[in-house]
């Protein structure tokens, strides 16, 4: 089991910035799939962002094409912690942020039905 809970929203201006984190707990995820989508009122859940395991320490990171460029993803294994570092905020990025896990890595991670563990989410509200 891993239980995640995330944190670091709230309401920021458009071209502003926020961080948000994810804490991992129960089995070390290290070698998990970590995943942030996010859900605007009336729309389904999206994915933004997820980094894979690679081997070793490496890790690729995989992007939606609106959030390339403004987000990073990354994670520290030794907090058990996923980050979302969002830079250039637009208002269409207004949604609740969710962080998920998926203890393999499949070709179909952009899919909500691949994951096995969710947190709670995390407001993110930006104002034009």
């Not at 395991?53 to 403004?70: A, E, N």
Request: proline share 2%; hydrophobic share 30%.
């Amino acid at each position: 089991q891993v239980h995640l809970v995330e944190s670091g929203g709230g309401l920021v201006q458009a071209g502003g910035s926020l961080r948000l984190s994810c804490a991992a707990s129960g089995r070390t995820p290290s070698k998990y799939t970590l995943t942030w989508f996010r859900q605007a009122p009336g729309l389904e859940r999206e994915f933004v962002a997820a980094s894979r395991w690679i081997g070793g320490i490496t890790y690729y990171q995989y992007y939606q094409d609106s959030v390339k460029g403004r987000f990073n993803i990354s994670r520290d294994n030794a907090k058990n912690t996923l980050y979302l570092q969002m830079n250039s905020l637009k208002p269409e990025d207004t949604a609740v942020y969710y962080c998920a896990a998926a203890s393999f890595w499949s070709g179909s991670y952009y899919e909500v039905g691949e994951y096995d563990y969710w947190g709670q989410g995390t407001q993110v509200t930006v104002s034009s």
